[in-house]
């Protein structure tokens, strides 16, 4: 299980996933996300979203730009949705809903990080 970070991510969090290469975002959820994410040793970017969330829609440029990007290349990437039960399961498990969505969270070894920061799109970035 992993444990959320009390902390903003840091610096440390990042460097622990140097050296990794982002391919196209994986479906995670409820069902696949202790064998995918959890039990990978790579470290992990997830996109929690819906398709009824205007703000999620405004973002998504952003998130395939990360993906794209050096950043982006560092980790595998995931993506939840929400609107299914499997990926609501998962959102709920971890609270990304106490905060709502978009979210992105990292995941390295057994840490769960917040990215403590609001999120920008298009020309706020």
């Not at 982002?22 to 995918?36: E, I, L, M, P, Y």
């Not at 106490?98 to 609001?118: K, Y």
Request: aromatic share 12%; net charge negative.
């Amino acid at each position: 299980a992993y444990r959320q970070a009390t902390a903003p991510m840091t610096a440390f969090a990042w460097a622990l996933c140097i050296g990794f290469y982002a391919a196209a975002s994986t479906d995670v959820t409820h069902d696949n996300f202790q064998t995918v994410v959890a039990e990978s040793e790579e470290c992990w970017l997830l996109e929690f979203y819906s398709t009824m969330c205007g703000s999620c829609a405004e973002f998504e440029p952003t998130w395939h730009a990360l993906e794209a990007s050096d950043i982006g290349k560092s980790f595998k990437t995931g993506r939840v949705n929400i609107d299914e039960n499997s990926g609501m399961q998962l959102a709920m498990a971890l609270g990304v809903l106490e905060t709502g969505i978009p979210s992105v969270r990292l995941f390295a070894n057994e840490f769960s990080f917040d990215v403590d920061a609001p999120i920008l799109t298009g020309d706020e970035a």
